[in-house]
């Protein structure tokens, strides 16, 4: 896979490259085309020109091409999965799952382009008739992040391929190269040229500065960081851009009195090691009643300390490196903060003995709100406890950020669950289960969270316009 895919990047001729490594020991895996401005405005072109074509096929044309996308994905998933493992280093378990659950986006975004239903609105004079449709919004720049390196990129791309948009895409310059085997297999299926484009580019703030400022790209559609996401949305004023913006967590995982403890364990081992924690709707704090704190916490070390560490290529691992060096040193960084102000470590607290990017699952308690960690977004694996005594306590505490992604409780009482489920302010609440995402319910936060919906029928409605068609004279 990765011959065939520089094979297909050798076509971009910019003279320029950049390397990608391994995160999991460093080695250098492939260099790929380093593009900039130029290639991002004759990308846009591209996308221009086939923007009129693609929108007027009938969605069971787009869908007939998706699927065989779709189709090409899930025939290569092992090839695309362990890629994907070798530049961004989770496990290949999850490396193979996420190709799967990427593909899961373009399947079902075909299908529901068909429903793009419009509205017949009654009329307010005899001879009016009122009209909803749905439209296209036009050449969409997408930017994504390396954690997910291809679902972040079909579940952009699939919606607004299904809506009729075109696209320019810039991946993360840590993972190009699932983004264009995806492109590629892309190509395979049968996408007209122009359709989707993509852009490898060390310098993300040089093509971004053009995607968002371009006036013939209608919405830009963004994961990463709230950091990004502000700089992105300023940028995208110029020309009043639509945008769907999918910024930083600070998940609360709370654990009631009344909660199956052995099922919150498992539920924090999941949200928590997943991607070794490098997730934004990873738990960041987790909250427990104290009356439950000692059980909970010894359960979850223990379970924790039994997770292999390694190469996301051996078999038994379940937590991979960091992404890379800046990662480690961040969240090194926060630990330490933690321990020299009081916290202690009931496991971990320190860098993994095989080094490079690796750092060690550890547990903390004993943290104040002046250290660090209590308001950073972790990105590690790192588990923050915290005590607190009452259901009210627990709502302001956890509410009280300005982010907005994922929250999760675990709780028997009925009556708890839908009041706590309805008071935190969280674009996603799970409750008793882990929020595994599937195509057809909306991703996305409030707050500094972010804007818009990725994934179900509103994921496609963030790419289209409504335009109101009145007809009168109908006598
Ligand atoms: P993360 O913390 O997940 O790395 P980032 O926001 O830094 O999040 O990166 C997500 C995406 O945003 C990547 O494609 C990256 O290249 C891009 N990016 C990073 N910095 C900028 C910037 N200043 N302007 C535009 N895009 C950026």
Sequence with gaps: ????????????????????????????????????????????AAAKAAFPLWAVKTANERAAIMRKW??????????????????????????????????????????????????????????????????PIGVVGAITPWNFPSAMITRKVAPALAAGCTIVLKPAEDTPLSALALAMLAEQAGFPAGVINIVTAASAPEVAGVLTSHPDVRKISFTGSTRVGKILMAQCASTVKKLSLELGGNAPFIVFDDADLDAAVQGALATKFRNAGQTCVSANRFYVQASVMADFVARLTKAISELP????????????????????????GLVSDALAKGAQATLGGDRHVLGGNFYAPTVLTGLTPDMEIAAAEIFGPVVALY?????????????????????YFWARDIGRIFRVGEALEYGMVGVNEILSGHPGTPFGGVKESGQGREGSRYGLDDFVEIKYLAIGGLN
């Design 387 to 407: 005590p607190f005594e009452t259901e009210a306590e627990v709502i302001q505490l956890a509410n009280d950020t300005p982010y907005g992604l994922a929250s």
């Design 1 to 44: 896979m990765l011959a065939q895919v520089l094979a297909f990047a050798a076509r971009f001729k910019t003279g320029k490259t950049f390397a990608v490594y391994n995160p999991a020991d460093g080695v250098h895996i492939a260099d790929v085309p380093d593009m900039g401005a130029e290639e991002t405005h004759a990308a846009i």
């Design 309 to 332: 560490v390694g190469s996301g290529f051996h078999a038994q691992t379940r937590v991979g490196p960091l992404i890379n060096k800046a990662a480690i040193d961040k969240v090194s």
């Design 70 to 135: 779709h189709g090409l994905i899930i025939e290569h998933k092992d090839a695309l999965g362990h890629l994907l493992t070798l530049e961004q280093g989770k496990p290949l378990v999850e490396g193979i799952g996420e190709v799967a659950f990427g593909a899961g986006f373009v399947e079902w975004f075909a299908e529901e382009g068909k429903r793009l239903y419009g509205d017949i609105v009654p009329p307010h004079m005899p001879d009016r008739r009122c009209l909803v449709l749905k439209q």
